[in-house]
């Protein structure tokens, strides 16, 4: 099992910046897969990013590619999502989760963080 806590979220004007992060505790991190989720109110959860256990491949939703970066430092048991140039539509809570990849870009994610709200104003 892995366990998984978010931090950084917070408020960011439209078009700034914000870095949210992940860390984990419990199997070996660099075994899973990581993502990024979110939900915002009213709205089914979403996929936002994903990357691989070395962090060679990525994947990103089309809403947020080319503005948002997903990286992962196994040594430091911690992924993490730069949020750049965000919109007000990027408002949600956004979740961690860690899985296994059956067919890349496929990935079955079975473990999830708490979840940190992140709010842009514009």
């Known amino acids: 099992q892995v366990q998984l806590v978010e931090s950084g979220g917070g408020s960011v004007q439209a078009g700034g910046s914000l870095r949210v992060s992940c860390a984990a505790s419990g199997r070996t991190f660099s075994s899973y897969t990581m993502g990024w989720f979110r939900q915002a109110p009213g709205k089914e959860r979403e996929f936002v990013a994903a990357?691989?256990?070395?962090?060679?491949?990525?994947n990103y939703a089309d809403s947020v590619k080319g503005r948002f970066t997903i990286a992962r430092d196994n040594a430091k048991s911690t992924v993490y999502l730069q949020m750049n140039s965000p919109k007000p539509e990027d408002t949600a809570v956004y979740y961690c989760?860690?899985?296994?990849?059956?067919?890349?870009?496929?990935?079955?994610?079975?473990?999830w963080g708490q979840g940190t709200q992140v709010t842009v104003s514009s």
């Open positions: 990357i691989s256990r070395s962090g060679g491949m990525t």
């Open positions: 989760a860690a899985g296994t990849a059956t067919a890349w870009p496929a990935v079955r994610f079975d473990y």
